[in-house]
């Protein structure tokens, strides 16, 4: 059974850091790239970064030079490091993993983990 548990979502000031984990079961991780997406209320589902199973590493405008994402092979986690956090930056954070392979293979995602910015 595929598992992505996120963890480290809540409640921090503008201008603030904090950082979003995503553990990883029942996937060959080191096969996958994981990313982040994120989706605001009545908005679409967007990435926020991904990182393929090479560590190519890839950001959304809105959150580039001031995120970092990277990836434990051993520990089967990805990391999300934010800083700068504005009240835009209010989602629902979700983990996703896509097979980075062919044949290709059903996507995953996690259950999402609650970020709100204040202002």
């Known amino acids: 059974q595929v598992q992505l548990v996120e963890s480290g979502g809540g409640l921090v000031q503008a201008g603030g850091s904090l950082i979003l984990s995503c553990a990883a079961s029942?996937?060959?991780?080191?096969?996958?790239?994981m990313g982040w997406y994120r989706q605001a209320p009545g908005q679409a589902r967007e990435m926020v970064a991904d990182i393929s199973s090479g560590g190519v590493k890839r950001y959304a405008v809105s959150v580039e030079g001031r995120s970092t994402i990277s990836r434990d092979s051993r520990n089967k986690t990805i990391y999300l490091q934010m800083n700068a956090l504005k009240p835009a930056d209010t989602a629902v954070y979700y983990c996703?993993?896509?097979?980075?392979?062919?044949?290709?293979?059903?996507?995953?995602w996690g259950q999402g983990t609650q970020v709100t910015v204040s202002s």
């Open positions: 996703h993993a896509e097979f980075d392979g062919w044949p290709t293979r059903p996507d995953f």
């Open positions: 029942g996937i060959s991780f080191s096969r996958y790239a």
